[in-house]
């Protein structure tokens, strides 16, 4: 069954340090997201990408983030100048297979661990 | 703003007993989304609900939406400790493509 998959799942930084998080949806998927969730919190939204473009993005996403779909499958999300307080668990979602009508339902990759020392 | 308000937050029960998880949303929205997530994994897409009356049934777990009330729950039947984990119900405002928004969750643990 096809999935979501995340790379890395685990990833230390240090506080001002760049990183970027990859993301395979699922083939055929035409929506993808990224949303984080702090440990023991709920998740939160950050930024919705369709056909090419950001469709959506929460007051989370400042200008520290982008988002890109480099090439045909993969979808990354930079954090640029990394904070304490970005440290969470990161997931990737994709959505809507045209194929088969799709419901908006959304599948969820593994997730990053983001560590920011 | 789109609200999701989970209640309980902490459930504790019993195996073999039964219990209702409840979720209310604030939108006109017409569909609702249950995951379940098990420490440090991700997000297991349980039931999609597309429309008002709507009830589905996956082994001793069932969801219900009523969108008159804006309220979803998540029925557990007879609980055994196999369905210990947290539960989110999600709502997008009913637009197609849209971010999702996510209740606080409820921690349920089933003892033996």
């Known amino acids: 069954e096809p999935e979501v998959t995340q790379t890395p799942s685990h990833q230390v930084t240090q506080m001002g340090q760049e990183v970027i998080l990859r993301c395979v949806p699922i083939?055929?998927?035409?929506?993808f997201y990224w949303y984080r969730q702090i440990l023991g919190q709920k998740v939160e939204f950050l930024v919705s990408f369709y056909n090419n473009e950001i469709s959506e993005k929460s007051e989370i996403f400042d200008d520290q983030f982008s988002v890109e779909r480099p090439d045909g499958s993969n979808f990354t999300l930079k954090i640029r100048s990394t904070k304490l307080e970005d440290s969470a668990m990161y997931f990737c979602?994709?959505?809507?297979?045209?194929?088969?009508?799709?419901?908006?339902?959304?599948?969820f990759g593994p997730g990053t661990r983001l560590t920011v020392l | 703003e789109l609200k999701v308000e989970q209640n309980p937050l902490f459930l504790s029960m019993q195996e073999g007993k039964n219990y209702t998880i409840y979720c209310n949303y604030s939108?006109?929205?017409?569909?609702l989304y249950w995951y379940r997530q098990d420490p440090g994994k991700s997000l297991e897409s349980l039931f999609v609900l597309l429309s008002n009356g709507a009830v589905k049934q996956e082994g001793r777990l069932m969801a219900s939406l009523d969108t008159k009330a804006r309220l979803s729950t998540l029925h557990i039947t007879a609980a055994v400790h196999d369905l210990s984990a947290t539960y989110f119900c999600a709502d997008t405002g009913g637009t197609s493509g849209s971010r999702l928004t996510f209740g606080e969750g409820t921690q349920l643990t089933v003892n033996p």
């Open positions: 939108t006109t929205s017409d569909r």
């Open positions: 979602a994709s959505s809507w297979d045209l194929r088969r009508g799709g419901n908006n339902e959304q599948f």
């Open positions: 083939s055929n998927h035409l929506y």
